[in-house]
């Protein structure tokens, strides 16, 4: 792909691990739920393998961690609400942006570019957070993981998009940091960026084969 945006109407941006490094707040809250239930906090670095998927999954694969077998389904309700009253309590203590975000998306929303979020968090916490880091404005669209019956990979919420905003799949883009993220955009028709500093269960993000890897979100503009 010579210019990732040449032709380009749409961009659809995945959200943990890709405009925001949100692991801290996400892994505190999960620490906090598992001695909730009684069991070990798991700490940063394994959360930051397990994200990517939602927030069910995420507990599911804390609670097998730490008990050395699949959790019961009891105990795993209990441990995500636990999760999700912790993660809404601290949403934002200390997730960050990372650099040049804001800037690439006040350039691609002054080209007048239709920016989206696709995430697989629960919808409750999108805008929460987008509204403390002062990235809400730029969004025509934000889709959580509990939103549409389908999450990424499968290709629902960026059809969703494509079909909403009446565009194109081939002139739309994907951006994000997991093979969920890539996946997703090719089922959908969708062209594909990577970044490869964020959360892809501690894969190199190439081996989806991305359209584009770019080190940063600058190098999109
Ligand atoms: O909450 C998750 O599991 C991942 O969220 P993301 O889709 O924004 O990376
Ligand atoms: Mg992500």
């Given at each position: 792909?010579?210019?990732?945006?040449?032709?380009?109407?749409l961009v659809a941006f995945d959200l943990d691990g890709t405009l925001i490094d949100s692991v801290p707040d996400l892994a505190a809250a999960v620490d906090a739920a598992l001695i909730d239930v009684e069991l070990a906090p798991a700490g940063e670095a394994r959360v930051r393998d397990w994200?990517?998927?939602?927030?069910?999954?995420?507990?599911?694969?804390a609670l097998t961690d730490a008990l050395g077998e699949a959790?019961?389904?009891?105990?795993?309700?209990?441990?995500?609400?636990?999760?999700?009253?912790?993660?809404?309590?601290?949403?934002?203590d200390?997730?960050?942006?990372?650099?040049?975000?804001?800037?690439?998306?006040?350039?691609?929303?002054?080209?007048?570019?239709?920016?989206?979020?696709?995430?697989?968090?629960?919808?409750a916490f999108i805008h929460p957070i987008l509204?403390?880091?002062?990235?809400?404005?730029?969004?025509?669209?934000?889709?959580?993981?509990d939103t549409l019956p389908?999450?990424?990979?499968?290709?629902?919420?960026?059809?969703?998009?494509?079909?909403?905003?009446?565009?194109c799949p081939s002139y739309c883009l994907m951006v994000g940091d997991?093979?969920?993220?890539?996946?997703?955009g090719k089922a959908a028709g969708f062209r594909t960026v990577a970044v490869p500093y964020g959360y892809n269960h501690g894969e190199p993000i190439s081996l989806s084969?991305?359209?584009?890897?770019?080190?940063s979100l600058e190098q999109l503009v």
């Open positions: 792909m010579g210019d990732a945006l040449e032709g380009v109407l994200v990517g998927n939602g927030a069910w999954v995420l507990l599911e694969r959790p019961s389904e009891v105990l795993l309700k209990t441990a995500h609400e636990r999760f999700l009253e912790h993660y809404h309590r601290r949403p934002c200390r997730t960050r942006l990372y650099p040049g975000v804001t800037e690439t998306l006040k350039r691609l929303f002054g080209r007048g570019l239709i920016l989206c979020l696709v995430t697989n968090k629960p919808e509204e403390h880091l002062g990235i809400d404005g730029f969004f025509s669209a934000c889709l959580g993981g389908r999450r990424k990979p499968d290709p629902m919420p960026l059809r969703h998009l494509s079909q909403q905003f009446d565009v997991s093979r969920h993220d890539v996946a997703a084969e991305p359209d584009l890897v770019v080190e």
